[in-house]
């Protein structure tokens, strides 16, 4: 079992930066793949990020490349999204989510967080 926790998020203007932190309870988490997503109000889930256990690979959304950047310390159990010339479309509540499955491009999670609010302003 892995809990997953969501800090870091709060309220920056439009060009500005943030840096999320995912820390993941369970002995098991440096061996998961993980995910950031986010949800828009009115709008679906969608994959913001992902990164392989080892944090070798990683894949992002076309809207968020170039700006956004997800790593991970096995160390410390914990997950990051270093989010960079952040938009005002870059609003919603952001989830982390770990799978013990090693397939990158797997779209399911087992298990998430409760989500942290990102508000831009313009």
């Known amino acids: 079992q892995v809990q997953l926790v969501e800090s870091g998020g709060g309220l920056v203007q439009a060009g500005g930066s943030l840096r999320l932190s995912c820390a993941a309870s369970?002995?098991?988490?440096?061996?998961?793949?993980m995910g950031w997503f986010r949800q828009a109000p009115g709008k679906e889930r969608e994959l913001v990020a992902r990164?392989?256990?080892?944090?070798?690979?990683?894949d992002y959304a076309d809207s968020v490349k170039g700006r956004f950047t997800i790593s991970r310390d096995n160390a410390k159990n914990t997950g990051y999204l270093q989010m960079n010339s952040l938009k005002t479309d870059d609003t919603a509540v952001y989830y982390c989510?770990?799978?013990?499955?090693?397939?990158?491009?797997?779209?399911?999670?087992?298990?998430w967080g409760q989500g942290t609010q990102v508000t831009v302003s313009s």
């Open positions: 369970g002995r098991f988490f440096s061996t998961y793949r």
């Open positions: 989510a770990a799978d013990p499955s090693p397939l990158l491009f797997l779209k399911t999670y087992s298990y």
């Open positions: 990164i392989n256990w080892s944090g070798a690979n990683t």
